[in-house]
């Protein structure tokens, strides 16, 4: 049963960086049926998908963050990560990462498996 | 961007009664060449990620209790919860995976009456 598990700072002040990593285990992050995403979800809202990115270091990202938003992958250590850059009280979520099961290019499909998210606030 | 617009908003009913849950995507979302609906359906329960109980509009996902159904093609979707027992009390999403963006609905929260 593959398991994620989000790690970062729980604090960041505005215009810094946020980076997460997130750790799988459980299963192989190279395997060729899955891309590996982010998701948020701002206290009280409904989730948005952030970005995916598959095991060879493709990247997808929602439009509206593209300018801001990086996705890497590290096989040799089972990781992917996120940094958004430049961030302000509106990037204040849960921040989950998520496997999904690929149906199609451009990161597309329906999460199987979450981590538990983790809280970022925005504050200075 | 593909907008899913769920309702209604909350839902309270009584244990064993049958809740319905309403999806329409603004778009299409049914591929033609393999006549799947790119539609999934996840429970969220308070401090929880979201969990899977649906995928391919109808597939319930392993472990996931039978009263969860999903029905619907092209715009418009259902989750059925058959006979609704404590333990569904929760908020439910769908999501389509038809297009980037992944977009989710806003949610509906489900209670006992």
């Known amino acids: 049963q593959v398991q994620l598990q989000e790690s970062g700072p729980g604090l960041v002040k505005p215009s810094e960086t946020l980076s997460l990593t997130c750790t799988v285990s459980?299963?192989?992050?190279?395997?060729?049926?899955?891309?590996w995403g982010w998701i948020r979800q701002p206290p009280g809202k409904g989730p948005e998908w952030i970005g995916s990115i598959d095991y060879s270091g493709n990247s997808y990202y929602i439009s509206s963050l593209r300018s801001r938003v990086s996705i890497s992958v590290d096989t040799s250590r089972n990781q992917f990560s996120l940094k958004l850059n430049s961030v302000t009280a509106s990037d204040t979520a849960v921040y989950y990462c998520?496997?999904?099961?690929?149906?199609?290019?451009?990161?597309?499909?329906?999460?199987?498996?979450w981590g538990q998210g983790t809280l970022v606030t925005i504050s200075s | 961007d593909i907008v899913m617009t769920q309702s209604p908003d909350s839902l309270s009913m009584s244990l064993g009664e049958r809740a319905t849950i309403n999806c329409k995507s603004s778009?299409?979302?049914?591929?033609?060449?393999?006549?799947?609906?790119?539609l999934a359906w996840y429970q969220q329960k308070p401090g929880q990620p979201p969990k899977l109980l649906i995928y391919?509009?109808?597939n319930r996902e392993s472990g996931v209790p039978d009263r969860f159904s999903g029905s619907g093609s092209g715009t418009d979707f259902t989750l059925t919860i058959s006979s609704l027992q404590a333990e569904d009390v929760a908020v439910y999403y769908c999501?389509?995976?038809?297009?980037?963006?992944?977009?989710f609905g806003g949610g509906t929260k489900v209670e006992i009456k």
């Open positions: 391919w509009a109808s």
């Open positions: 778009q299409n979302v049914l591929y033609t060449s393999n006549n799947k609906n790119y």
């Open positions: 998520a496997r999904t099961y690929g149906s199609g290019n451009k990161g597309r499909g329906f999460f199987d498996s």
């Open positions: 999501q389509q995976y038809y297009s980037s963006p992944l977009t």
């Open positions: 459980g299963g192989s992050i190279s395997s060729s049926i899955y891309y």
